[in-house]
């Protein structure tokens, strides 16, 4: 089985950097070092409240699986469970947002994050294949289950959707949608368990390409029952920091993903913006096309599974490797760091997904014994 997913991995495996992947992964232990705590809180310092996040629990509970790591894994899971879900994931969705109170740490806002809920769902339903553990098996089929029932809705002219939380994006206007929280492999995924999510795989790349008319990803959109997709109330048009992200699992779809070459033309006015200025644009107005400013080095390493998706653009997809060289993301840094790890590691074979979104990682006989 280990001879077979290694064959699988050099065939589905674009040119990259390195010529082998050690099974140590030194951006994970660096990140572990610099911003998760000895019992499993990933900590953002941006805030002075010094926050955790869904978010930042989820993201790291992939790259924990990516690196093998079970400790790590429980420890993170863990912490998730005791402090953002009242102990018991299967009975409730974690809260978006902890940190430091007037009084004490706590929950500081008790809405949960939809896109954090399926990376969570994704890697315990992974973490349970892999590893051949029932019990996160389990638990990833009952928070999917949890997530359809709370989060997700059947919109006028769009079908089943899921909602960013579970309150505060719905009203008399219409539901303001991120398509940033909907990678299409973990649909694809999750379709395996329960076809509902079937159908939003399909109606999350019909999303995707409606509201992107210039091949630009909005951060966030305001789906209405008349008119469709129009601009967000809060944010407008504007595409950066959550929008990147559509690029990054745009990049890493299999090259046989359902629809994968269609999004990849569609989206390739990014390519292009990204070679011309030599760094992927800040901000870019999702209507117009219009551009702003230069992305951090987290875009570049966001954009590497596009670029190398995509046969012309070489000399581009060298110029965002030799920038994550020169100009590493700061240690404390934890949203550029989460982009490099999921942008460079890909970008470094160290993980790729399947055509039905199942996760392959590049796991060598030494690192799994």
């Known amino acids: 089985m280990r001879q077979l997913l290694a064959l699988l991995l050099v065939l589905c495996t674009p040119a990259i950097a390195t010529a082998s992947t050690p099974c140590l992964w030194p ?9 998760v705590s000895t019992d499993g809180r990933v900590l953002d310092r ?3 409240r010094l926050i955790s996040t869904s978010e930042g629990q989820s993201y790291a509970l992939f790259f924990a699986l990516v690196g093998n790591d079970r400790p790590a894994f429980a420890k ?25 109170g007037k009084q004490q740490w706590q929950v500081l806002d008790s809405n949960n994050a939809s896109d954090a809920d399926l990376w969570i769902a994704y890697s315990l339903l992974e973490a349970g294949r892999l590893w051949g553990e029932p019990s996160y098996t389990q638990l990833g089929q009952h928070m999917l289950w949890r997530i359809a029932a709370q989060t997700v809705r059947k919109l006028p002219g769009l079908g089943l959707m899921l909602l960013p939380a579970d309150y505060g994006f719905e009203d008399s206007r ?53 008119a469709g997709i129009e601009p967000d109330p809060e944010h407008g048009n504007s595409g950066d920091y959550d929008a990147i992200r559509v690029y990054l699992w745009l990049g890493m779809l299999a090259t046989d993903a359902p629809q994968r070459d269609e999004l ?17 644009p800040e901000s870019v107005d999702a209507r117009s096309g219009k551009q702003s400013g230069q992305g951090p080095v987290g875009f570049s390493a966001a954009l590497l599974p596009l670029l190398a998706s995509v046969a012309d653009s070489p000399t581009s997809l060298e110029a965002q490797r030799k920038k994550l060289r020169e100009q590493p993301a ?40």
């Open 76 to 100: 993170l899971l863990r912490w998730t469970a005791n402090n953002l879900a009242e102990g018991d994931l299967s009975r409730h969705l974690p809260a978006w947002l902890w940190g430091k």
């Open 174 to 226: 219409g539901w303001r949608l991120n398509p940033s929280y909907l990678p299409p492999q973990l649909f694809d995924r999750f379709a395996l368990v329960d076809p509902l999510w079937g159908e939003m795989a399909v109606n999350v790349r019909r999303l995707w390409l409606q509201a992107s008319p210039k091949g630009f990803a909005p951060d966030w959109l305001l789906w209405t029952p008349a």
């Open 330 to 369: 700061e240690p404390q840094a934890y949203y550029n760091q989460v982009l490099v790890l999921f942008g460079q590691g890909w970008d470094e074979a160290r993980y790729r997904f399947d055509n039905q979104g199942r996760l392959l990682p590049a796991w060598s006989a030494t690192c799994s014994e």
């Open 27 to 35: 951006a994970w232990e660096r990140f572990k070092s610099e911003l």
């Open 264 to 280: 990849l033309r569609h989206f390739a006015p990014m390519i292009a913006a990204t070679t011309h200025k030599g760094v992927p």
């Open 46 to 48: 941006s805030d002075q």
